[in-house]
C-alpha cells in the first residue's frame, strides 16, 4: 500500500510508520518543516494547505495528528490549541481528500475513549452515547470533521485509551514511583482505558484491510483501575505504594486535566475489534505495562 500519515512524529505515529516500514508499505509523512527526503511532504494544517496530488492514489490516509494532551497545566489558551490543532489537520485531510483524483480506500482518523466522558458504572461500547467535558467535546468535532468525506470513502475514527508506553502516559507516573511516593489518585477506583503500544499499532494495521467504518474503541479487552496499575508498577520497580493523592487536591492541582485524564471513569470494551476477529497481544494490564518496561530499557 502506499500509505500517507499524519502526525508521524508522535509515540503511536513513529511506532505504526516502522511497522507499516517492515510490512513493506510505501509511508509518506506529512511534516510541518520543508521536507528533507522522498518519504516527506510539507503541509500546513493550521492554513489549511495540502496539495492533494499527495492524497491522490494513496490507498489509506492516516490521521494522528494533534496537539499533545498530557503537556500540563490546561490553560485556556492551550485547551483551544488541543481543540484547533485536531480540527485543521482534520479538515485540511478532508479538504485534500475531496480534492484528489483518486480517493483513497480508507481514511483512519485519530479520536478518543474520551468521547466517553466519565461514567462510573457503565461498560462502554461504541454504541454508548457521548458524555460530558471538554475531552468529550474534541473527541465529538474531531470526528464530525473526519466523517464529512465518509460519502466518498471509508472512514474509521479510532477511539484510543491511554497508551501505556514509557515515553506516554507512564513517564510521570515512572517518576513518582521512583521517588516513593505513588499512591491512590482520588478513590482510586476509577478504571482507566488502558492499552499497549503494540496493540495499538497492530489494531491500525488491522483497520487499514477491515471492513469496518465508524467508530472503534481502541482499548485493552479487560478493564484495570487507576490503582491496580499504579499498584503494579510500583510492585514492578520494588517502590512503596502508600502516599493517596485526594480528589479535591488532583483537582486542585491540573483543573480540567485532573476530570478528563487521572480521575475518569472509562470502562471500555473494543467490541467492534473483537467482532472483527482482532486478537490482542496483550490481554491484560500488567502485560502492557511488562511490554512498556521491556520496550523502555
Request: glycine share 10%; net charge positive; no cysteine.
Amino acid at each position: 500500500m502506499r500509505i500517507v500519515i499524519s502526525g508521524a512524529s508522535g509515540l503511536v505515529g513513529q511506532a505504526l510508520t516502522a511497522e507499516l516500514s517492515t510490512r513493506g508499505h510505501q509511508v509518506v509523512r506529512l511534516v510541518r518543516r520543508p521536507s528533507r527526503s522522498s518519504e516527506e511532504v510539507t503541509w500546513d494544517p493550521a492554513s489549511r494547505r495540502l496539495d492533494p496530488g499527495v492524497i491522490s492514489g494513496a490507498d489509506a490516509v492516516i490521521n494522528l495528528s494533534g496537539a499533545s494532551i498530557g503537556r500540563l497545566p490546561w490553560t485556556r489558551q492551550y485547551k483551544r490549541t488541543i481543540m484547533s490543532s485536531r480540527i485543521d489537520a482534520t479538515s485540511t485531510l478532508v479538504t485534500a481528500i475531496r480534492g484528489a483524483d483518486v480517493t483513497p480506500k480508507v481514511f483512519l482518523s485519530a479520536s478518543a475513549a474520551g468521547y466517553y466522558g466519565s461514567r462510573p458504572g457503565e461498560v462502554l461500547t461504541e454504541d454508548s452515547p457521548r458524555g460530558t467535558g471538554f475531552l468529550s467535546d474534541v473527541a465529538e468535532q474531531w470526528e464530525t470533521a473526519a466523517l464529512r468525506v465518509s460519502d466518498i470513502t471509508r472512514v474509521v475514527t479510532l477511539r484510543s485509551g491511554i497508551v501505556l508506553a514509557v515515553d506516554g502516559v507512564l513517564k510521570p507516573l515512572l517518576r513518582l514511583t521512583r521517588l516513593g511516593v505513588s499512591g491512590p489518585l482520588g478513590g482510586g477506583t476509577q478504571h482507566w482505558p488502558w492499552v499497549s503500544l503494540d496493540d495499538e499499532v497492530a489494531a491500525i494495521v488491522h483497520l487499514l484491510d477491515s471492513d469496518l467504518a465508524g467508530p472503534v474503541n481502541i482499548t485493552g479487552p479487560t478493564p484495570a483501575t487507576a490503582t491496580a496499575l499504579m499498584q503494579y508498577l510500583a510492585k514492578r520497580m520494588r517502590r512503596p505504594f502508600w502516599l493517596p493523592v485526594p480528589a479535591f487536591a488532583v483537582r486542585l492541582l491540573l483543573g480540567d486535566a485532573a476530570k478528563d485524564l487521572l480521575l475518569v471513569d472509562q470502562r471500555t470494551k473494543p467490541e467492534r475489534l473483537f467482532n472483527d476477529g482482532f486478537i490482542f497481544r496483550h490481554g491484560i494490564m500488567e502485560q502492557a505495562v511488562d511490554a512498556a518496561l521491556e520496550r523502555g530499557r
